[in-house]
């Protein structure tokens, strides 16, 4: 099982970002460590068997919290978990928050490896983000992680950025190699509703990237990292060998996962379920919103569309032997169908996203659903 534990503070909030997340206050903070301590108490009763193999503390910026808030939450954890060897424990930390005495601190606790929200290496594009720091502090900050002992660093980077050109896409994706992180996730802008950047499109489309030009910038992304020697494992992530992201790569493997802090999501067995997003309820110990049974055909869906996202894909094999082979063939024939179209090919026993499939894979995956709609309608 893996653990997600959700530190919902930052400085301010990007103008692209719709995650659970505000400014923080230093006493909402303190109220809100207690809180999360209680629900890590409150969960490993309840969990005290399951061996953790990863722990993720995501926001938000967690960095932001004080140097002893995540070591003092990993020894609860470790208090009342049983965690595997060789857990993977990874802190997001955003630049312009991090010290050398919090990576002390986390290094000293166990903390083995190191997210990096830099985004950009052009200044101008993460004013445009809202972000709080500058590239020149993101490599700082880089250097000071390795300084400490980090050898696990991932950094996060954006395309289709509003003003992007292919050009400065590409200094950034040659200035991030020069760093040489052993994991890179690049992601494609999704301008979300309720965001600073969707009024911005609203009014202005033709501030934003084509869709031509944002699939020029994702195929040079694959290039450019294929080149520097980073294997890509799944649609947006990139790893040196032996370093895949274990807590994503699990999502994506359906791998059951609990989620403790506000707004946080789990999925164990055939139970999802969700923290309230409210922080006044959640600092009071109410904890559930929402708790959804998954049907056996839903849970098959989503080993379908997760899988497909991994670069190998799915294999039957696989799939029969967590469900029953009688109903592959209801997805089989949808990805057929797709592999005609070139968006889908056939692999060792399975099948995967074609490079064409890779930026059209939303057709892919509307077209499970869509199978796996009809066939209940019959049944």
């Avoid at 923080?24 to 969990?47: F, W």
């Avoid at 250097?143 to 696990?152: M, S």
């Avoid at 020697?229 to 493997?253: C, D, F, L, V």
């Amino acid at each position: 099982m893996e653990l997600y534990l959700h530190i919902p503070f930052c400085v301010r909030k990007c103008k692209y970002c719709d995650f659970l997340s505000f400014p923080m206050e230093n006493e909402t903070m303190g109220a809100y460590g207690n809180a999360l301590l209680r629900d890590v108490k409150k969960a490993s009763a309840q969990y005290s068997e399951e061996k953790i193999t990863s722990i993720f503390f995501g926001g938000g910026t967690p960095s932001l919290l004080p140097a002893e808030a995540i070591p003092t939450l990993l020894s609860s954890i470790r208090d009342g978990f049983v965690l595997t060897n060789d857990c993977e424990v990874t802190v997001e930390c955003n630049p312009g928050t991090l010290t050398e005495e919090k990576l002390q601190a986390f290094y000293a606790a166990g903390v083995n490896r190191i997210s990096m929200g830099v985004q950009s290496a052009d200044d101008g594009e993460l004013r445009t983000l809202g972000r709080i720091h500058t590239f020149a502090e993101a490599v700082e900050n880089f250097h000071l992680a390795r300084k400490v002992g980090f050898d696990n660093i991932s950094v996060d980077v954006m395309m289709a950025l509003p003003g992007q050109t292919p050009a400065s896409y590409k200094e950034t994706l040659e200035r991030i190699i020069a760093l040489a992180p052993e994991h890179i996730s690049a992601y494609d802008l999704i301008v979300e509703e309720g965001t600073c950047f969707y009024d911005w499109y609203e009014r202005e489309p033709e501030a934003f990237p084509t869709e031509e030009c944002s699939c020029e910038m994702y195929r040079m992304t694959q290039r450019e990292l294929t080149k520097a020697g980073y294997e890509q494992y799944e649609i947006s992530n990139y790893a040196k060998p032996g370093r895949r992201s274990r807590h994503n790569y699990g999502y994506w493997s359906n791998v059951p996962y609990l989620g403790l802090g506000l707004g946080a999501s789990s999925y164990i067995g055939n139970r999802r379920f969700r923290n309230t997003d409210d922080l006044k309820q959640y600092l009071q110990g109410n904890l559930y919103i929402e708790d959804t049974i998954l049907s056996e055909r839903d849970m098959q869906e989503e080993f379908f569309i997760l899988g497909l996202r991994r670069r190998e894909g799915i294999t039957e094999d696989a799939f029969v032997k967590r469900f029953s082979a009688d109903t592959y063939s209801v997805y089989e024939k949808v990805l057929c169908e797709k592999e005609k179209q070139g968006l889908v090919e056939k692999t060792k026993g399975g099948y995967r996203l074609s490079e064409e499939g890779i930026l059209l894979s939303n057709t892919v995956f509307v077209a499970l659903m869509d199978a796996e709609k009809e066939n209940k309608e019959k049944m």
